[in-house]
């Protein structure tokens, strides 16, 4: 694990707290060491705080997405507004944590990140089940269909017709368990059970985020919108 944060107190103690909890830690204060040490030996994950002096974390995020590199990133950020948390997404990171925060929450989102990188065929522990029931059409080599969404689980890609959509790992695994699951409505503790591995509670606005920018990739003029809002209860895909 690669973990970026200039300050000092935080960077000391998120070392100390993850090599407890078993992870193998490099950490570094600032962007420009970041990816140096992530081109020198490719982490199984990246911790980036956002602000950082020169190269900030988003900076860092979007050379490492530019040049493929698609390790799982979590983002810390001190930044609570909707369009902040944006930035972080639309910079390919796949999930973030509020500061301040409780040393339990990074530890579930990495575990749910770090599942959802086992390799293709081997379903991931809290992640969407290949035998999970489905109300989307199932297709030959590991693609699903629905609502005029198609995706190809094996090579991570997804159109909606004709047009290809750019996805983060979240949003590519929260898009195929509503695939799969289409017409049917999840309400939000399934969501974060399934996605995260863990529930954040009502007071969380994670998912609410996640389904926002995504609706803005799928979203076209003209063409019905495919993710609705269940008001107290959850999100279903269907096109009305």
Request: charge should be negative; charged fraction near 30%.
């Given at each position: 694990?690669?973990?970026?944060?200039?300050?000092?107190a935080?960077r000391?103690?998120?070392?100390?707290?993850?090599?407890?909890e078993?992870?193998e830690?490099?950490?570094?204060?600032?962007?420009?060491?970041?990816?140096?040490?992530?081109?020198?030996?490719?982490?199984?994950v990246?911790?980036?705080?956002?602000?950082?002096?020169?190269?900030?974390?988003?900076?860092?995020?979007?050379?490492?997405?530019?040049?493929?590199?698609?390790?799982?990133?979590?983002m810390?950020?001190?930044?609570?507004?909707?369009?902040?948390?944006?930035?972080?997404?639309?910079?390919g990171?796949?999930?973030?944590?509020?500061?301040p925060?409780?040393?339990?929450?990074?530890?579930?989102?990495l575990?749910?990140?770090?599942?959802?990188?086992?390799?293709?065929?081997?379903?991931?522990?809290g992640?969407?089940?290949?035998d999970a029931?489905?109300?989307?059409?199932?297709?030959?080599a590991r693609?699903?269909?629905a609502?005029?969404?198609?995706?190809?689980?094996?090579?991570?890609?997804?159109?909606?017709?004709?047009?290809?959509?750019?996805l983060?790992?979240t949003?590519?695994?929260?898009?195929?368990?509503?695939?799969?699951?289409?017409?049917?409505?999840?309400?939000?503790?399934?969501?974060?059970?399934?996605?995260w591995?863990?529930?954040?509670?009502?007071?969380?606005?994670?998912?609410?985020?996640?389904?926002g920018?995504?609706?803005?990739?799928?979203?076209?003029?003209?063409?019905?919108?495919?993710?609705?809002?269940?008001?107290g209860?959850?999100?279903?895909?269907?096109?009305d």
């Amino acid at each position: 694990m690669l973990l970026a944060e200039d300050d000092r107190a935080i960077r000391h103690a998120l070392e100390r707290a993850l090599t407890l909890e078993g992870y193998e830690v490099t950490a570094v204060a600032d962007g420009v060491e970041a990816l140096a040490q992530a081109h020198k030996v490719p982490p199984d994950v990246l911790v980036l705080d956002v602000m950082m002096p020169g190269i900030d974390g988003l900076q860092v995020c979007r050379v490492l997405r530019a040049e493929g590199d698609r390790t799982p990133i979590l983002m810390l950020t001190a930044l609570v507004e909707t369009a902040d948390r944006i930035a972080g997404l639309d910079a390919g990171a796949d999930d973030y944590v509020v500061k301040p925060f409780d040393v339990e929450e990074v530890f579930a989102r990495l575990r749910a990140l770090l599942r959802r990188t086992s390799p293709a065929g081997t379903p991931a522990a809290g992640g969407p089940a290949e035998d999970a029931p489905a109300k989307g059409v199932q297709l030959p080599a590991r693609q699903v269909e629905a609502a005029g969404i198609r995706m190809d689980l094996q090579a991570r890609r997804v159109w909606r017709g004709t047009r290809e959509l750019e996805l983060t790992r979240t949003e590519f695994e929260l898009l195929e368990l509503l695939v799969r699951n289409a017409g049917i409505v999840l309400d939000h503790s399934t969501i974060y059970d399934r996605i995260w591995g863990y529930d954040f509670g009502p007071g969380s606005k994670n998912l609410a985020v996640y389904v926002g920018y995504l609706r803005r990739k799928l979203d076209e003029p003209g063409a019905p919108q495919l993710i609705h809002t269940v008001r107290g209860v959850g999100y279903v895909l269907r096109e009305d």
